[in-house]
């Protein structure tokens, strides 16, 4: 099974609050831990996003912060967004969505820093770690964030021109943000359609598996 230690091999900044292994205690966070529960209502009722052309959503992955970056995938991502008049959100289980200016992971809240890296790998694969992976439990929350991130957009929608996700079918992603005008999807296939072998590791997922439709991804946010 997946370890407080594990998890701090992966991301050694990580606040031991914020260790969910299993989509359970991902969901118990959203309905009961403190600071996932501060945040969500940020998001939800307070956050002002910054004007741009494009809104660009992306998936979170392992490594966190973002910023200074730890993958190939944040790199490219923020020597992306020095060409491009684009503003970044990464879509996550447990906290909804992730503004570009969180990326270091430091929120600052009535006059306190709050830690913000957390780990929360929800994926069916975790059921190779030893944890039970539930279907009605992953729509429960994703659910959840998604109420979260349509009430974030429709305070913050009149800043941008388009909206772009950069999601593959089927994922939590899309159904985080399925309730926001998403202008356009990439990629539009699925994983085994593009001939992308999904990485189901927990040291490796997501961030691997995204730069191999960093392309499209290009072609989408500089089509307007």
């Keep these: ?71 190939e995938f944040h790199r490219k991502l923020l020597e992306f967004e020095k060409d491009c008049d684009v503003y970044l959100v990464s879509v996550s289980e447990p906290l909804a969505l992730e503004p570009r200016e969180f990326w270091n992971f430091r929120w600052k809240r009535k006059g306190k820093e709050i830690n913000l890296v957390y780990d929360a790998p929800f994926f069916p694969w975790i059921e190779k770690y030893g944890y039970k992976w539930s279907d009605e439990i992953a729509f429960k929350v994703w659910k959840k964030l998604a109420e979260v991130a349509r009430r974030w957009f429709e305070r913050n929608s009149d800043k941008f021109n388009r ?38 590791n927990y040291f490796q997922n997501t961030d691997s598996d995204y730069l191999k439709v960093w392309d499209e991804l290009l072609k989408a946010v500089k089509s307007y």
Aim: net charge negative.
């Design 163 to 200: 909206v772009v996700c950069l999601a593959f079918p089927d994922t939590g992603y899309r159904k985080i943000v399925e309730r926001i005008e998403v202008d356009t999807f990439v990629p539009e296939k699925r994983p085994e359609e593009l001939g992308v072998d999904v990485k189901e």
């Design 1 to 71: 099974m997946i370890t407080l230690e594990d998890a701090r091999e992966l991301n050694p900044q990580l606040n031991p609050e914020l260790f969910f292994p299993s989509p359970s205690d991902v969901l118990r966070a959203i309905e009961e831990n403190r600071i996932v529960r501060e945040w969500l209502e940020f998001i939800k009722n307070e956050h002002i996003a910054r004007k741009a052309e494009v809104l660009l959503f992306v998936p979170c992955t392992p490594k966190k912060p973002y910023d200074p970056p730890r993958d």
